[in-house]
């Protein structure tokens, strides 16, 4: 049973990081490898925080990495989205407050947290000690279960995460996209879908399962999308290719500044759901927080409620789309 977290979902924390044990979990893998983490470590070394580092080794459950968690008074996850979603998830309703530091390619989860991406602002943020409680994703296939707070999907997305990875080293971020303009004629199939007990059918690309809703720049996914209301919006990919998709995007800009109603709807279908399984005719493969996985659908995933506290000065609306 899904433990109930307690309200408010904004929570105030010290000013003050004296005396504070901080446990920092990074991953030396993660982007190019020139984030500022050392540069705030020191800071936060000299703000008297009694900080413990440790890196993460192959083969190692991220479990073994905080079964002390409790003797901490905050946690920092440095990393890419999947080190900082695998950490958020081992140490869910675990009620310590997650600073989720921009050490990877696209850092999206940190995007979506309107978190600076240098030491000196990231070190403010622990300072003022502002930490909103957000909902993340819990996925399950074959049996094995992880964790997510940005989205899962299977399809195109997936496809397009598989062809990035031989180009992050060279063009970063740029890949993302790169690989999205590869993408003109994705297979295109009939996924079986059940939402929250309900049987559904759609021919199209992908499925996306989204906790947060926002893509590099802070770009709106699609509208309408909370990381706070216990429910996955979950978005059914109909278009024949990605690029198809820029239209919806251009219509969730203008519903985030209120400029009027959508003017392109049929590319993609929305739907609000606390518990998700996905099949498809034709076995895709599935990724959750940019990381690509060789397991393929069927997969199914659930909403945890409240599950990480996140260290932001960003408000509840800030995160939504």
Same mark, same amino acid.
Request: with cysteine.
């Given at each position: 049973?899904?433990?109930?977290?307690?309200?408010?979902?904004?929570?105030?924390?010290?000013?003050?990081?004296? #005396?504070?044990?901080?446990?920092?979990?990074?991953?030396?893998?993660?982007?190019?490898?020139?984030?500022?983490?050392?540069?705030?470590?020191?800071?936060? !070394?000299?703000?008297?925080?009694?900080?413990?580092? !440790?890196?993460?080794?192959?083969?190692?459950?991220?479990?073994?990495?905080?079964?002390?968690?409790?003797?901490?008074?905050?946690?920092?996850?440095?990393?890419?989205?999947?080190?900082?979603?695998?950490?958020?998830?081992?140490?869910?309703?675990?009620?310590?407050?997650?600073?989720?530091?921009?050490?990877? /390619?696209?850092?999206?989860?940190?995007?979506?947290?309107?978190?600076? /991406?240098?030491?000196?602002?990231?070190?403010?943020?622990?300072?003022?000690?502002?930490?909103?409680?957000?909902?993340?994703?819990?996925?399950?296939?074959?049996?094995?279960?992880?964790?997510?707070?940005?989205?899962?999907?299977?399809?195109?997305?997936?496809?397009?995460?598989?062809?990035?990875?031989? @180009?992050?080293?060279?063009?970063?971020?740029?890949?993302?996209?790169?690989?999205?303009?590869?993408?003109?004629?994705?297979?295109? /199939?009939?996924?079986?879908?059940?939402?929250?007990?309900?049987?559904?059918?759609?021919?199209?690309?992908?499925?996306?399962?989204?906790?947060? #809703?926002?893509?590099?720049? !802070? @770009?709106?996914?699609?509208?309408?999308?909370?990381?706070?209301?216990?429910?996955?919006?979950?978005?059914?990919?109909?278009?024949?290719?990605?690029?198809?998709?820029?239209?919806?995007?251009?219509?969730?800009?203008?519903?985030?500044?209120?400029?009027?109603?959508?003017?392109?709807?049929?590319?993609?279908?929305?739907?609000?759901?606390?518990?998700?399984?996905?099949?498809?005719?034709?076995?895709?493969?599935?990724?959750?927080?940019?990381?690509?996985?060789?397991? /393929?659908?069927?997969?199914?995933?659930?909403?945890?409620?409240?599950?990480? !506290?996140?260290?932001?000065?960003?408000?509840?609306?800030?995160?939504?789309?």
């Amino acid at each position: 049973m899904t433990p109930t977290p307690p309200t408010p979902s904004s929570e105030p924390g010290s000013t003050s990081l004296a #005396g504070k044990r901080v446990l920092v979990v990074f991953n030396p893998k993660s982007g190019s490898g020139d984030s500022e983490l050392p540069e705030f470590i020191q800071l936060l !070394r000299d703000a008297g925080a009694d900080v413990t580092e !440790r890196e993460l080794q192959k083969d190692t459950p991220m479990t073994d990495y905080v079964g002390d968690i409790d003797t901490f008074a905050y946690l920092v996850g440095a990393g890419g989205d999947g080190t900082v979603s695998s950490l958020a998830y081992a140490t869910r309703y675990r009620n310590v407050p997650m600073l989720a530091f921009p050490a990877g /390619t696209a850092n999206l989860i940190a995007q979506n947290l309107d978190l600076p /991406t240098d030491a000196t602002g990231l070190m403010k943020v622990m300072q003022e000690g502002h930490s909103l409680r957000l909902d993340m994703g819990e996925v399950e296939v074959k049996g094995e279960t992880s964790g997510f707070c940005m989205l899962a999907g299977a399809g195109a997305d997936a496809t397009m995460i598989k062809d990035s990875e031989e @180009l992050k080293g060279r063009f970063g971020a740029m890949a993302y996209v790169m690989s999205a303009m590869k993408q003109i004629n994705p297979k295109k /199939t009939t996924f079986h879908l059940t939402i929250d007990g309900e049987k559904r059918e759609f021919e199209g690309i992908g499925v996306m399962i989204a906790n947060f #809703g926002m893509a590099n720049y !802070r @770009l709106p996914i699609t509208s309408d999308i909370s990381p706070s209301d216990g429910r996955f919006t979950v978005i059914l990919m109909k278009a024949g290719n990605l690029v198809r998709f820029l239209p919806n995007l251009i219509d969730s800009v203008r519903a985030k500044l209120n400029l009027g109603d959508p003017m392109f709807s049929g590319n993609l279908e929305t739907l609000e759901a606390r518990r998700v399984t996905v099949d498809a005719t034709d076995p895709f493969p599935l990724q959750y927080d940019g990381e690509l996985h060789v397991e /393929t659908t069927p997969f199914e995933a659930r909403i945890l409620p409240g599950a990480v !506290r996140f260290l932001t000065t960003a408000k509840k609306d800030d995160v939504e789309t």
